[in-house]
């Protein structure tokens, strides 16, 4: 009998589409009145751009965001129907490209504004745009100084056609945080310059802030593959992404005995441990490695949690097994190390990261399976 992709491979990466789809259904729901978009930049935070766009579309969602033109040539041959803005702007001299495959950029400062109403004008019609200003966050975006001057310019006004006014949110994740607030307010008063044009706002967090951040389309990513968008309350949101680690070798322990390189755990009991076939190579971040004797990381294997020991090395790691009646696990279990029982925010805080982070820096190595496909799913 041949042996499967799981077989061969010491890591296993599941995507659940249907949580996907259901996820951006409760944002959608959440929305109200507001068109619910997706940010599917960094191949889909990490999970597959194709499969993962498709999906969407299944579920009725019809506007992407993209942060580099080259993700939106790729995502335009998977969605052809697709609106598609690019977050990061328009690149210097590559007009013509987001022309020919309708990308619309998020143009971010008076000089891209320049450059796109004069190609427009040379292509034969005012080309779609988004107009992104800056409220407060300092990043991408026209500075209040530059809208004027935008605003002011009759000649590159009139070559624009703009389909969107957007800005970006510093601190969503806080509910509480005055920027908040501060950013609306300032939001408000660029969208009273600009009447008529829809306006977004609000990403995954930002949709939880309320109607005075919705407004006419909302942007969530992380939220869509089941990171929290509100992290001082229960995640509404499913796991979307499953990673697990197959057990290798399991080993009796004695008082002493050290695990892993740098002799960083040593055991203070006799105890058990299992070896993952799952590393740094996979996705699972060095820093997860144990800080203290029982370390602060954990899998779930055998329907409990057990602690992460030693260091985290590029194909494998330890977990302490000894709480587990024998018998519970053995060669070829596997351990869960993010997903349904360990929530990736979670698992991202013991790492001293963020789950945007952790997700998009999965490895290629693992052995990947999506569940729920309707189309033909091709990554």
Request: charged content about 20%.
């Amino acid at each position: 009998m041949m042996p499967t992709p799981e077989d061969l491979a010491g890591a296993v990466l599941t995507i659940d589409l249907v949580a996907l789809k259901e996820n951006w259904r409760t944002l959608n729901a959440r929305a109200g009145a507001a068109e619910c978009g997706a940010a599917v930049k960094g191949n889909a935070y990490g999970l597959g751009i194709a499969p993962v766009a498709r999906s969407l579309w299944e579920a009725g969602c019809r506007s992407y965001f993209v942060a580099r033109p080259k993700e939106g040539e790729e995502l335009r041959a998977i969605l052809p129907d697709a609106t598609i803005y690019v977050l990061d702007g328009l690149f210097a001299g590559q007009a013509e490209f987001y022309a020919k495959l309708n990308l619309c950029p998020a143009l971010i400062s008076f000089s891209e504004a320049q450059e796109w109403a004069s190609f427009g004008r040379a292509y034969g019609r005012k080309l779609p745009c988004a107009i992104h200003v800056d409220t407060g966050i300092n990043r991408l975006g026209f500075s209040m100084a530059e809208f004027d001057t935008l605003l002011g310019d009759n000649f590159t006004m009139e070559g624009l056609n703009i389909s969107l006014l957007m800005s970006h949110l510093a601190c969503a994740d806080d509910a509480g945080h005055p920027m908040n607030a501060r950013q609306a307010e300032a939001f408000r008063a660029v969208r009273a310059r600009l009447p008529g044009i829809p306006g977004s706002l609000a990403n995954s967090s930002g949709i939880f802030l309320g109607e005075g951040f919705t407004h006419d389309l909302v942007r969530p990513g992380i939220a869509l593959y089941g990171g929290n968008p509100t992290q001082m309350a229960g995640n509404p949101m499913r796991a979307a992404a499953i990673l697990e680690g197959s057990v290798m070798q399991l080993r009796d322990i004695s008082p002493g005995d050290t695990v892993g390189y740098g002799a960083t755990w040593e055991a203070q009991r006799p105890g058990r441990i299992a070896i993952l076939g799952a590393g740094y190579k996979d996705g699972v971040p060095r820093a997860l490695s144990s800080r203290a004797p029982e370390g602060p990381a954990q899998v779930f294997i055998g329907g409990t949690r057990c602690p992460v020991i030693g260091r985290v090395s590029m194909d494998m790691m330890a977990i302490d097994v000894t709480s587990l009646p024998r018998g519970t696990v053995a060669r070829g279990t596997r351990a869960e190390i993010l997903g349904r029982n360990i929530a990736i925010d979670e698992a991202a805080s013991w790492a001293g990261t963020i789950s945007y982070e952790l997700l998009t820096r999965l490895g290629s190595r693992y052995a990947l399976f999506y569940t729920g496909l309707e189309s033909d799913g091709s990554a």
